[in-house]
């Protein structure tokens, strides 16, 4: 398995607080991803990152920053917890452009 | 907008059956198409496909793709009570690198 961490595994906050999800990678990949997966949606885009201090939106930004401060590690963070926004959140990496990504174990968020 | 259907949404079979998921695609700029398998946790990658009509294998599963029907499929053959997962399709666009998911195919095998 790749070398991808993420922390916490599993969180319960009430709406209005703020959050922030950890992704940690051994693998020096370039690239990492944060995704959320819903039932009946899939695995949707939510950021990613291209290098370090390099980010971009994805498909389901809103309400979502990140940041990348050192290669191995990337924060989703939610400024404001919305109920929406109960999900399996899921990180990936890969090492260059067009590669396949490897995702890590998930954290399952929960919003009251 | 840029979407991935896959069909079915889920099937059962019996073990030793084989089965074909189906996955089509519109996605801007488009340069490959994944699989993945998902058993209650992280996604594990199975196979990239870029090129048309080159079939990709390994062991009991196979995948091709049709760029221009705009299709991929996935076989598994001899299916095993341990294939049963959720099989997840995705198109990789050729700019930024992102990947646009299905919603799957939920597979149930049965001893």
């Known amino acids: 398995d790749a070398g991808i961490t993420q922390s916490p595994r599993h969180k319960v906050t009430e709406t209005g607080t703020p959050v922030t999800l950890r992704c940690h990678q051994t693998?020096?990949?370039?690239?990492m991803y944060w995704y959320r997966q819903d039932p009946g949606h899939g695995l949707r885009l939510i950021h990613y990152s291209y290098g370090v201090k390099d980010t971009d939106k994805g498909e389901v930004s809103d309400g979502y920053s990140v940041s990348r401060s050192k290669t191995e590690d990337f924060l989703l963070t939610l400024e404001s917890a919305t109920s929406s926004q109960t999900s399996v959140y899921f990180c990936?990496?890969?090492?260059?452009?067009?590669?396949?990504?490897?995702f890590g174990p998930g954290t399952r968020l929960t919003v009251l | 907008e840029d979407k991935v259907v896959q069909s079915p949404l889920s099937l059962v079979v019996h073990e030793g059956d084989t089965v074909t998921l189906n996955c089509s695609y519109e996605?801007?700029?488009?340069?490959?198409l994944l699989w993945y398998k998902q058993e209650k946790k992280a996604p594990t990658f199975l196979f990239m496909l870029t090129s048309s009509g080159i079939e990709k294998k390994s062991g009991r599963l196979s995948s091709i793709l049709d760029k221009k029907e705009l299709f991929s499929i996935l076989n598994i053959t001899a299916t095993q009570t341990g294939d049963s997962a959720v099989y997840l399709c995705a198109g990789l666009m050729e700019y930024g690198n992102k990947l646009v998911f299905g919603a799957g195919t939920i597979l149930r095998v049965k001893s």
């Open positions: 990936a990496i890969s090492d260059r452009a067009l590669n396949e990504q490897f």
């Open positions: 693998e020096n990949h370039r690239y």
């Open positions: 996605v801007t700029n488009f340069r490959s």
